[in-house]
Every structure is written in C-alpha cells, then in structure tokens.
C-alpha cells in the first residue's frame, strides 16, 4: 500500500522557519521524482519545488526560490522541505507528491502518488 505522510506543519510567526518531512512506503522512493506542493483556502494547488532520484537536479517557484529547500534521503524514504523567511502568504495545506518517468515535474499531472498534506500557518 502505497503512502505519503507529511509532517511538521504548524503555526509560526512570519520570518520564522519550518522543516516539512515526508515519509513514504509502499513504492521504491528512490526511483521516483518528488515534489512538494502547496493549496491556500480559495486557490489551486500550485508547484512549490522537486527534486530528481539523486537529488542531482532541484527545481522551486519564483516565489519560494532562494528561501525554501527541497532534499531526501532515499536510504530512509524521506523527503524534506526546508523553509525560511517565512510570510504569511505561504500559509497552506502543503502535500508531498512522487512522480516516475520523470526527472522533475513543475505540473501536478507528472505526479502518481500524493499525500495527505500538513497545514502551514505563518502569522503576521
């Protein structure tokens, strides 16, 4: 049974940080792409960052580029997402996500498999 779990959500007060972790079972996470996406109340689900296989290639957003950081540690199937500088627009429901057949995926149709996802809440 394949599953994603997100954790290390919460309450933070802008300029703060936060370390999202995903641990997956289920699938043979190193041999698929990952991804980290968020959905705020009243928006879509938009890209936030993914990371190839061996981590060799990191794509993020404009809008988190320089302040988030994506990396896993495939001996432990985990995926992190590590975020500072937080503003308050980042407030979420941020969810992992796992891709095969591609090498990093900006779009949520590259991705096969999604968690449940963890709330983010950055107060101003």
């Known amino acids: 049974q394949v599953q994603l779990v997100e954790s290390g959500g919460g309450l933070v007060q802008a300029g703060g940080s936060l370390r999202l972790s995903c641990a997956a079972s289920?699938?043979?996470?190193?041999?698929?792409?990952m991804g980290w996406f968020r959905q705020a109340p009243g928006k879509e689900r938009e890209f936030v960052a993914s990371?190839?296989?061996?981590?060799?290639?990191?794509v993020y957003s404009d809008s988190v580029e320089d302040r988030f950081f994506i990396s896993r540690e495939n001996a432990k199937n985990t995926l992190f997402l590590q975020m500072i500088s937080l503003k308050p627009e980042d407030t979420a429901v941020y969810y992992c996500a796992a891709g095969l057949g591609i090498r990093v995926g900006r779009r949520a149709d590259d991705y096969d498999y999604w968690g449940q996802g963890t709330q983010v809440t950055v107060s101003s």
């Open positions: 289920g699938f043979s996470f190193s041999g698929y792409a």
């Open positions: 990371i190839s296989r061996g981590s060799s290639n990191r």
